[in-house]
């Protein structure tokens, strides 16, 4: 028997560095590697078994503006969230934009 699993918004496939935010925590790193409108996956996140499923969580993207996000999955190393709020059509463009682009490098 094959599952087919029905997904509520198109995913594009990323990778830029975050931090996840958890309050009055140290955040979390971890590689943003998939974005939707409604939400994304994390890989290489250090610490899941710090989360708890529904938590909420403040993913930072340098170069965008903070999302406020709830846990909604969890793996070893992966983390899915569900965003607060969708994004426009708009917003999600301009984050696939510049989560594909190259690193922005401050000097020190």
């Known amino acids: 028997m094959t599952v087919f699993t029905i997904r ?3 995913r594009f496939a990323v ?5 996840l935010g958890k309050s009055g925590r140290r955040g979390v790193d971890g590689l943003l ?4 409108l409604d ?3 994390i890989s ?3 610490k899941t078994d710090s989360f708890a499923l ?3 969580i403040v993913l930072r993207i340098s170069g965008a503006d903070p999302i406020e996000s709830h846990v909604r999955w969890l793996r070893e190393g992966v983390v899915g969230l569900r965003f607060a709020r969708p994004l426009h ?3 999600l463009e301009a984050l696939i934009r510049l ?3 190259e690193p922005v490098i401050t000097a020190a």
Request: glycine share 8%.
């Open 39 to 41: 939400g994304c996956r």
């Open 54 to 56: 529904d938590e909420p």
């Open 15 to 19: 990778c830029r560095k975050i931090r």
């Open 99 to 101: 989560c594909r682009s």
């Open 89 to 91: 059509n708009a917003g």
């Open 8 to 10: 509520a918004h198109k």
């Open 44 to 46: 290489h996140a250090s």
């Open 33 to 36: 590697i998939e974005l939707s």
